[in-house]
């Protein structure tokens, strides 16, 4: 299933609220139309302020960051619906974490590392479409999907790839199997949550001990994008 036969009122169901002055609100996940969806007057002022927050916005480039977008400078509070009734929530995969956000050896890890075996299946962890989906000398075999709250997940390090870019994927749907390619020395699931092109702390979102997310509402703003100094990268279980 391609990208533009997907885009239908029953599944853009992840609704981007943003608080904008004179706008103290976010816009209803209304889905009685596609034309009420994306074009409602919260979303036009929010998308004339930041056209990064269009779901199209480069969507065929195959950058890792196409936003080039400086977070620093961001003034606004974003509330992010992250699931409802029609949309949920899968977590990836069901192993252990062995590696946290943050720095490591001197460099930012800029995800978590999931245990896995060679082969276990990976999963979306929310309904969206594929923008990527390649081989990286770091990340090996990764793919990224976007998603309609504005969010980005990144799945490194896979043995095979089954979507490819345009592909329409639901919560749970099986995108790939758990491998060691790119820059990697043992199988594991490198997996990142983004937002305008730069990662987040994914434990922002997702409660990655009771394997849930932590609220089905969170709030990003400028210092979500902070890299914890004193944050352990190892977690011991």
Not at 62 to 86: E, G, H, I, K, W
Not at 95 to 124: A, C, M, P, Y
Not at 216 to 232: L, N, R, Y
């Amino acid at each position: 299933m391609q990208f533009k036969s997907f885009l239908n009122p029953y599944t853009l169901c992840f609704v981007l609220g943003i608080f904008l002055s004179p706008y103290t609100g976010f816009a209803s996940p209304d889905t009685d139309s596609l034309q009420r969806l994306v074009e409602p007057e919260l979303t036009q002022t929010t998308q004339r302020f930041y056209p990064e927050l269009s779901f199209d916005y480069a969507f065929d480039l195959d950058a890792l960051n196409p936003y080039r977008f400086d977070v620093s400078t961001l003034q606004d509070t974003f509330l992010l619906v992250m699931a409802d009734s029609q949309c949920g929530f899968s977590f990836p995969h069901w192993g252990k974490v062995n590696s946290t956000f943050g720095w490591r050896k001197g460099r930012v890890h800029s995800g978590i590392d999931l245990q896995i075996e060679w082969g276990d299946t990976i999963r979306g962890a929310f309904d969206g479409v594929v923008r990527v989906s390649q081989f990286h000398k770091a990340y090996g075999n990764f793919i990224i999907i976007r998603h309609y709250n504005g969010l980005e997940t990144l799945y490194a390090h896979l043995q095979s790839r089954f979507v490819v870019h345009g592909d329409a994927v639901s919560a749970g749907q099986i995108i790939g199997q758990g491998g060691s390619t790119g820059r990697s020395t043992g199988a594991h699931l490198h997996f990142e949550t983004r937002f305008l092109g730069r990662p987040i702390d994914p434990e922002t979102f997702i409660d990655f001990d009771a394997r849930c997310l932590k609220s089905t509402v969170a709030s990003v703003h400028a210092g979500s994008f902070d890299i914890p100094q004193t944050k352990k990268s190892q977690r011991m279980f």
